[in-house]
């Protein structure tokens, strides 16, 4: 078996998180930023360093292809593909997304330190914008890649300065020509921490994920009227931010009333003028819901809706609502499944299978081709948090698990 190099790969997750490196240990690399670009330059240098072939696609996603025995003749054999993001979100950690990809590399290493050549090329990528927290959708490299979002579209998406994906791309040099999705699979695999409670609090090493809970975005602005607030009695108010809260209030509400893994957040709040003695007239919030079962995700999105359209009429308060992301939930392909949780085993390792609370690439890599997930504990469940966390033992042992998968894979 070939052994991942533990101290490797810890430090370039530790080189990697200095960049863009925030208070607290985390690290801020919002997509196409000029930290993004660092982070991407730095990795795409280890790319090269490898030998592997780097190939950028149109949307910025960066792939290092390691070549296979069998070159294939024109119907090039398709190569076995793991790898994950590297953008993170403002309170970004260290291991969301840049371990799925650090791990791809450090199997490359161990191919290429013992001469091992697979029957198949491998494959690392990671693609643009995973957090979809400075332009939405999230997943969106992976989603242009999967066919399910069109170029124009992607680069139309711009962030709260009105700049978009396509200007950002130009600008730091990842508007690549390769055209997204043209490397079709024979498999993919993401290693990913878990980032929530669940394998921390039942002491277990591996998840075995079998898929992705369903997300709903929206953005809502609400316009009322500002007004004084000392002299503006109760009755005539046409107060935003009263029905921005009372939405915070009721999606926590049903929430809990739904039960089972029905989340809700209200995440992005800005209120104007935001002055302490004016009713504010505009909100402008987002509201973040999930669930694996689709038809209960549904019902949610119609009970914040209707709640929001009540309390805004009886505020007379205008509302608009724009979709920022909808994604139906994902179960990933049951035989990889199963041999994810066949190697985790044979290392003995302790597994349990779950679905995955946060979105992933790799759920947009099931729309192509057989797909699925490792998971390894996030201590105390944080993540989106600069105290993000997994013990040394786990990253090298999640790390193992997919070096073995994917050798596997690639000699098939
Ligand atoms: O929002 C998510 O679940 C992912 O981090 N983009
Ligand atoms: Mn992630
Ligand atoms: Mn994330």
Known sequence: MLTVDGPRLLSALEELGQIGAIEGGGCARLALSDEDKAGRDLVVGWMKQLGLAVQIDAIGNVIGIRAGQEKGGREKIAPVMTGSHIDTVRTGGRYDGNYGVLAGLEVVRLLNDS???????????????????????????SLVYAGGLGLNEAYAAADKDRRSVGDELRRIGYLGRAQPGVIRPHAFVELHIEQGPILDEEKVRIGVVEGVQGISWTEYSLTGVSNHAGTTPMRLRRDAGYVAASVNVFARALAREMGGNQVATVGALSLRPNLINVVPNRADFTVDLRNTDDDKLKEAEARVAAHIADVARAERVEVEAKVLARFEPVIFDASLVDRVERHAQALRLSTRRMPSGAGHDAQMMQRICPTAMIFVPSVAGLSHNVKEHTEAADLLAGAQVLANLVVELASE
């Open 115 to 141: 001469g091992v050549e697979t029957r198949r090329p491998i494959a690392v990528a990671f693609f643009t914008n995973e957090e979809g927290a400075r332009f939405q959708p999230d997943m969106m490299g």
